[in-house]
């Protein structure tokens, strides 16, 4: 498979705008406990549901239970979050992209536990893309090197941010604000609301760690 699409139990405010995957034919959904829900509201039948469902009524468990053929169900007392288990499961088809959605709202250190697996899964399957997304945001982990970015109208800005070390040599191209070998340091916000001015553009960089942020206005 091309795509996996892991939906979490965030706030539902928080959760990507699902028609632009309805019209996709090769892509899998994985629910992480209350996200199973969440897609069932929305008409979507996950292929798989995991997570230990303790915060789920007896009534919303029987439906979940009723309706996904494919249900793994933990102790709730664990190691990993659910969102860490659903990432599992969608490493383990070894697909182009992983999306998340459900975690960038409510408690932020679902938030902060969400990005730190983010990392970790880009580190040790670069191949694959990972991106958390709303309806307004996509985040993703860039390994140094060459990246293209494509235009995207749901994301019009563009931010870049050191992840625990210093970004080194970045060169922007095809932006509003170019740049030529610079540096991101730690804690600086300097990269921040850049724009596309051409059909695609590319960052690259030699050393370090990059959080790229697209975003739209609310």
């Known amino acids: ?3 996996i699409l892991i939906c979490a139990g965030g ?7 699902f028609d632009r995957f309805r019209k996709e034919s090769n892509i899998y959904y ?3 406990d209350r996200g199973t829900l969440y897609l069932l509201e929305e008409g979507i039948v996950p292929h798989e549901a995991v997570g230990d469902f303790d915060s789920l009524t007896e009534q919303e468990w029987e439906e979940i239970n009723r309706k996904v053929k494919k249900i793994d169900r933990h102790r709730a007392e664990k190691d990993e979050t659910d969102t ?4 599992f499961k969608a490493i383990s088809y070894n697909p182009k992209e992983i999306f998340i959605t459900g975690v960038t709202g409510g408690r932020l250190d679902h938030f902060e536990a969400a990005v730190r697996s983010l990392y970790q899964m880009k580190s040790q399957y670069p191949h694959i893309e990972h991106k958390i997304i709303n309806r307004h945001n996509e985040i993703s982990i860039l390994l140094p ?3 293209t970015i494509r235009r995207d ?3 019009r800005y563009l931010s870049f941010f050191s992840f625990q070390q210093a970004v080194e040599n970045v060169t922007l191209r095809g932006v509003k604000y170019e740049t030529t070998r610079e540096r991101i340091e730690v804690g600086s916000s300097r990269f921040t609301s850049n724009e596309l001015v051409d059909e695609q553009g590319y960052i690259s960089f030699s050393s370090g760690i990059c959080l790229m942020i697209r975003s739209s206005d609310l």
């Open 1 to 3: 498979m091309d795509k």
């Open 11 to 17: 706030p539902k405010l928080e959760l990507c705008s």
């Open 30 to 32: 994985i629910g992480a």
């Open 84 to 87: 860490d288990l659903a990432l």
């Open 145 to 147: 090197g060459k990246h």
């Open 153 to 155: 109208e749901n994301y």
